[in-house]
């Protein structure tokens, strides 16, 4: 060993006993548990409390839903008659149009043209047609006579050939004859004799300059008590007489004024 070799053994050792004296005077630092404990207890304390106020949560809702659902407005009960079907709500019912009511009272052929009169009634302003201007005044009878497809008095309005009445029984209404065609006011060509004639009257006979006779039966609109007769008169005949009869054949009428 050399001389420096045993000059520096001793102050190893020298430092060595003082890191040792050194260390064993320091005390000794306690292992962390009471940190540890008290660390475990704070999480579950907070657990506890997460789980207290979900609890809480959930109670809440369950409380809170029947009270939204009581303050709505209950469902309304739909009422069932005794015979379990179901009762309809009334409805104000609307009063529906009134229809015209028509007839025709007679048609046929003269001189080979075809001719035909239709008579109607209007009881009030809903059942005039919507596409014509309004008449004078309802109720309203109308006789509409036609030759060759013409209307007669077609030049006078929509509304010519109509009286206004006072019901489907106005009395005033009927008694009177005329000739109806389409030249000179019924007075030559082709024409149609009609009466409107009263509730005793079946039937109406023209006798005509050639010997022949003319026979038209009269026709009620229906629901009312207006009545006529029309016969074809050829444009080359003139009118000798009218009659008109009942229905057990009596005249009750004679004229002799037509030509």
Wanted: with cysteine; net charge neutral.
């Amino acid at each position: 060993m050399t001389a420096e070799q045993d000059g520096d053994e001793p102050g190893a050792v020298r430092l060595r006993a003082a890191l040792a004296r050194s260390v064993a005077a320091r005390p000794a630092s306690p292992a962390p548990v009471e940190r540890i404990v008290a660390a475990g207890r704070a999480r579950r304390r907070r657990r506890r409390l997460a789980m207290a106020a979900t609890a809480a949560c959930v109670v809440a809702a369950a409380v809170t839903v029947p009270l939204l659902r009581s303050a709505q407005p209950a469902p309304s009960v739909r009422q069932m008659p005794a015979d379990g079907t179901p009762s309809a709500t009334a409805k104000p019912t609307r009063t529906p149009a009134t229809e015209p009511v028509t007839v025709t009272a007679g048609h046929g052929t003269v001189d080979g043209t075809a001719w035909s009169l239709t008579m109607a009634y209007y009881p009030d302003e809903s059942a005039l047609p919507a596409d014509l201007p309004p008449p004078d005044g309802v109720p309203l009878v109308c006789q509409r006579p036609v030759i060759g497809g013409v209307l007669v008095d077609h030049q006078a309005g929509p509304w010519a050939g109509c009286d206004p009445v006072g019901g489907p029984d106005d009395s005033s209404f009927g008694g009177e004859m005329a000739l109806r065609g389409l030249h000179d006011k019924g007075a030559s060509g082709t024409r149609l004799f009609v009466s409107n004639t009263g509730p005793d009257v079946s039937y109406g006979v023209v006798r005509l300059d050639d010997g022949g006779d003319l026979t038209g039966h009269a026709v009620t609109i229906p629901g009312t008590s207006y009545r006529a007769w029309v016969v074809a008169v050829p444009a080359a005949r003139s009118i000798v007489s009218v009659d008109e009869y009942d229905s057990g054949r009596h005249r009750l009428s004679h004229s002799t004024e037509w030509r």
